[in-house]
């Protein structure tokens, strides 16, 4: 079945260093894919996004490139902030257009000034 | 754009009682919408896809007669949390669907539910 795998956290950086999260999945056909992040006590929001082969998703500073060969859709970011602090969610689609995600479990990313 | 609304924000309810969270896609119509259930430090868990005009669809192992859900209306969806107890202590969310290309879902901001 369709599933999703992120690197396990937390993630602790110093300010301008480089993040990168990584993400996997495993899924029947062609599904978009998705970034969101959780600030605490919050919902998601949604960071980026691409919805085919080498779709470069962007926002904030953040990329990610949807890699068909390598299923994966990891997340960079040249230079992190103390605001970047939360918790990043990678999300497949779900195979069949039911318009459901798959949330892998989750990366904490702390930035430390 | 594609703002979605939960009320409310925190609720304390007492063990037996039930309670209504409600979420609404503030400008766009949502013919999907999607309960979610979140527990400390961990990812989230579907409950449930509740579409306008007809039944919401339980994942596995979710009770539809203790978490009902209501599509009324093509910007509201209610989740009525009947008889609750303590283990049904979360943090719900809930999540609208565009139905534009892409399959994004845009999130309320949450319910955080404690039952004493």
């Known amino acids: 079945g369709d599933s999703v795998t992120q690197m396990e956290g937390p993630v602790t950086l110093s300010e301008e260093a480089f993040l990168t999260i990584n993400c996997t999945y495993t899924a029947t056909g062609y599904p978009s894919l998705f970034w969101y992040v959780q600030y605490p006590g919050e919902g998601l929001q949604l960071l980026l996004k691409a919805t085919k082969a080498d779709d470069k998703g962007s926002n904030k500073g953040f990329e990610a490139t949807y890699r068909k060969e390598t299923t994966s859709f990891h997340l960079e970011k040249g230079s992190v902030q103390v605001s970047d602090s939360a918790v990043y969610f990678c999300?497949?689609?779900?195979?069949?257009?039911?318009?459901?995600?798959?949330f892998g479990q989750g990366t904490t990313l702390q930035v430390k000034p | 754009g594609a703002v979605v609304s939960q009320h409310p924000s925190r609720v304390i309810c007492k063990s037996g009682t039930s309670v209504k969270i409600e979420c609404r896609s503030l400008d766009f119509q949502a013919t999907t919408m999607f309960w979610y259930r979140q527990f400390p430090k961990q990812s989230l868990m579907l409950m449930a896809t509740s579409n306008e005009g007809s039944k919401a669809t339980y994942e596995q192992g979710v009770e539809k007669d203790k978490f009902l859900i209501n599509h009324a209306s093509l910007t509201l969806s209610t989740l009525t949390v009947t008889s609750a107890h303590p283990e049904d202590s979360s943090f719900y969310i809930c999540?609208?669907?565009?139905?534009?290309?892409?399959?994004?879902?845009?999130f309320g901001p949450g319910t955080r539910l404690t039952v004493t």
């Open positions: 999540s609208a669907n565009t139905g534009t290309g892409g399959n994004e879902q845009y």
């Open positions: 999300a497949p689609s779900v195979s069949g257009n039911t318009g459901k995600l798959i």
